[in-house]
């Protein structure tokens, strides 16, 4: 990232745009198992097919799907495989940061001392 001209930073926010709708997210775990068409990824999705063709279409112009059309139906497929490893980073990064607050939390709840009656809330006095 250091060397790009301008022109190729926009691309790489153009890319990473892409990856910042959950709905997008979704849709690429899904065709991370296999090419799917815009009926059965609307059935698994719960999203209309409309939403889901819109999602594809911003997928499909950063070079993350390709579709091709067999007959009435269209289908999509990943077209970058690559984008799983980022994504895997990413969600891995994430999964870590959880898992070290909720140990925090943990050691937290665990080494605060008691608090006497009197102090707790709705205790009578």
Do not use: K, W
Request: positive net charge.
């Amino acid at each position: 990232m250091e060397h790009l001209p301008p022109e190729a930073l926009e691309q790489v926010a153009a890319y990473f745009q892409a990856l910042s709708e959950p709905t997008r997210l979704h849709l690429l775990n899904l065709l991370r198992n296999g090419e799917h068409n815009v009926g059965e990824l609307a059935q698994a999705t719960g999203y209309t097919s409309a939403n889901v063709s819109r999602h594809l279409s911003h997928l499909m112009q950063q070079g993350l799907v390709a579709r091709e059309a067999r007959g009435t139906a269209v289908y999509y497929r990943i077209a970058d495989p690559a984008v799983y490893q980022l994504c895997d980073l990413v969600c891995g990064n994430i999964a870590r940061v959880h898992e070290r607050a909720a140990h925090g939390t943990r050691l937290f709840a665990s080494a605060a001392p008691p608090r006497p009656a009197a102090t707790r809330r709705g205790a009578a006095r």
